[in-house]
C-alpha cells in the first residue's frame, strides 16, 4: 500500500508546476453547489481527515465504502447509488468543485440490466467421440449470457466448435487466429489473456502484461464482429489473475450494459467462460489434447482448429429493465493553465447483493451473507483518489485536476467507457492518467506478483 501511494501521490509534480496561490473558492460555495438535489447519506462523512496521507484517512474511508449499508455498492440499485452521493459530497468537503453536468458532481450513464432465469436457460455440448450430450452445470461448468437487449428469449443449436487459440486479431503484432475461417453461425472457443503472456516473450504483444486483446470484453466483440453465434472464454487462474468463484459470482445474476444505438444485436447470441475442467473434457471429446492446443496456440501463424463432431446448443431466456448510474466527477481548477487536465480515476461500483451463492444455495453460513462489499475491490481506489484529491486541494496546482470515479466497472469498464464518449472536457485537454484500482491494503510485502506495469 505505501508504495502504491507513494508512486501515486509522486505524480502530483505534474499538477503542481506553479508557486501561484489556488483558487480561492470556500468550501461554503462548493459544498452548497454540491447540495443540489442533496440526499441523506447511509453513513456520514469523515471527519478530521489532513492534507497529508495517511493510513488513517485511507482506513476510515474505506471502512464506510465497504460497509454494509451501502449494499455492495451495486450500480442502478437503490441503495448502492447512495454510494455515489456520498462520493460527491465528500469531494465537496475536501474542496472539489463539480465536474459534471448542470454544475453537479454526477454524469448520468444510462444503463440496461439483464438478468437470465437459470431455470429456463441452458448450454449443451453434443457429439464427438463419445455421441453424448453435455449439459452445462450453470455456475459449476460454464456462466452464460446474452448482450443482445431486445431479446427476451432466443435459442439456438447445431452450432459448430472451432478452437480459435486466444481469438485474437492484431495486424500490428502479425496475429490473425481467425485465418481462413468464416466463423458465421458457429461455436468459438478461446483461451483467456494473449499469446503473451503464454510465452512470457516481452517482444509478443506486451509479454506478460496484458493487453486490450487479452480481455474477455475485446474476445466477445472480436467473435461477434466474425459473425460467431456464440462465443466461450476457457477460464484459467493464472492468465485470467483470478479464479473461478470469480467468474461464478461477477457474471451470474443481473448483468448491466450500456444502452446501445443498435440494442446489442451486433453481439453473438450467446457469450460465456467455461471451467478448465469443462475445456478439458470437451477437447478429448473432439479428439484433442487440451495442453497441446494451448501450446499450438501461443505459435505465430496458429491458425483455427475445428472441434470435429462436437457441436453446441443454447437457450437464453432472460428479463431486460432500464436504469441509470452515475459517474462522479471533482474538479480542481488550475491557476496557470487551466485547460490542461491531469485525471485519477477509480472505479466505485461492485457486485451489490446476491440472494444466492455460487452452488444455488440460499447463503446461511453466519461468517457469510449476500452482500458483496469489495472492500478492495475497489473502495481502496476511491479512497485513495480521494486522498490525494485532499492533498492537492490544500497546495498550489498550475493544472487542472479532474477526479472520475467510475460505475459499471464490474460490467466490463463502461462507465470508463461512457465518459470517453460522452466526456465532460476535451479529450485532447487531458495531459496524463492514472488509474487506482485495488491496492494492497495488508502493508510492504517481500514477495509479490506484478500483474502488468
Not at 447509488?81 to 460527491?88: K, Q, R, S, V
Not at 431486445?150 to 466448435?161: H, K, M, Q, T
Not at 480515476?345 to 461492485?350: E, I, P, R
Request: overall charge negative.
Amino acid at each position: 500500500m505505501l508504495r502504491t501511494l507513494t508512486a501515486a501521490t509522486s505524480l502530483i509534480v505534474l499538477v503542481a508546476c506553479s508557486n501561484d496561490a489556488p483558487d480561492e473558492t470556500t468550501p461554503d460555495t462548493v459544498i452548497q453547489t454540491a447540495q443540489t438535489g442533496h440526499i441523506e447519506l447511509p453513513l456520514p462523512l469523515p471527519e478530521g481527515t489532513t492534507p497529508d496521507i495517511t493510513q488513517r484517512d485511507l482506513a476510515v474511508r474505506v471502512d464506510i465504502l465497504a460497509d454494509d449499508a451501502f449494499e455492495g455498492r451495486g450500480p442502478g440499485a437503490e441503495v448502492g447509488e447512495l454510494t455515489a452521493d456520498w462520493i460527491g459530497q465528500e469531494m465537496a468537503r475536501i474542496g472539489l468543485q463539480p465536474g459534471g453536468e448542470e454544475g453537479s458532481f454526477f454524469q448520468t450513464v444510462a444503463m440496461v440490466e439483464q438478468t437470465i432465469d437459470e431455470a429456463a436457460s441452458t448450454l449443451t455440448f453434443s457429439g464427438g467421440t463419445s455421441g453424448r450430450d453435455f449439459p452445462m452445470a450453470l455456475r459449476e461448468d460454464a456462466v452464460i449470457w446474452t448482450k443482445r437487449q431486445n431479446v427476451i428469449e432466443a435459442s439456438f443449436e447445431d452450432s459448430e466448435l472451432v478452437f480459435v487459440g486466444y481469438g485474437v486479431v492484431a495486424p500490428e503484432y502479425g496475429w490473425d487466429d481467425y485465418a481462413g475461417l468464416d466463423a458465421t453461425g458457429k461455436t468459438v472457443v478461446m483461451l483467456v489473456n494473449d499469446p503473451g503472456f503464454a510465452t512470457k516473450d516481452p517482444a509478443l504483444f506486451k509479454g506478460e502484461a496484458m493487453t486490450y486483446y487479452g480481455r474477455w470484453t475485446y474476445k466477445f466483440e472480436e467473435a461477434a464482429r466474425q459473425g460467431a453465434k456464440a462465443a466461450i472464454v476457457v477460464h484459467e487462474t493464472a492468465p485470467a489473475s483470478y479464479g473461478w468463484d470469480v467468474v461464478a459470482n461477477s457474471w451470474s445474476g443481473a448483468q448491466a450494459d450500456l444502452v446501445r444505438s443498435n440494442a446489442g444485436d451486433d453481439r453473438a447470441l450467446l457469450e460465456g467462460w467455461i471451467s478448465t475442467d469443462t475445456a478439458r473434457k470437451l477437447f478429448a471429446e473432439a479428439g484433442l489434447d487440451f495442453q497441446e492446443m494451448k501450446f499450438e496456440a501461443k505459435q505465430q501463424g496458429f491458425n483455427p482448429i475445428a472441434m470435429a463432431g462436437v457441436t453446441a446448443a443454447g437457450k437464453i431466456t432472460q428479463s431486460v429493465t432500464r436504469g441509470t448510474s452515475r459517474n462522479v466527477v471533482g474538479v480542481l481548477p488550475g491557476t496557470q493553465t487551466p485547460d490542461e487536465y491531469v485525471l485519477f480515476t477509480a472505479h466505485w461500483d461492485h457486485l451489490g447483493k446476491k440472494s444466492e451463492d455460487r452452488n444455488g444455495e440460499p447463503t446461511q453460513d453466519f461468517y457469510r451473507d449476500d452482500i458483496f462489499n469489495g472492500a478492495v475491490d475497489n473502495a481502496t481506489g476511491v479512497s485513495a483518489i480521494l486522498e490525494i484529491a485532499e492533498t492537492i486541494a490544500a497546495g498550489d496546482h498550475a493544472r487542472s485536476v479532474m477526479f472520475l470515479a467510475v460505475t459499471l466497472e464490474e460490467s466490463g469498464l463502461l462507465g470508463s467507457s461512457y465518459f470517453v464518449e460522452y466526456p465532460t472536457i476535451g479529450m485532447n485537454q487531458i495531459v496524463a492518467g492514472f488509474n487506482i484500482d485495488a491496492y494492497q491494503p495488508v502493508g510492504l510485502a517481500n514477495d509479490i506478483t506484478v500483474i502488468g506495469y
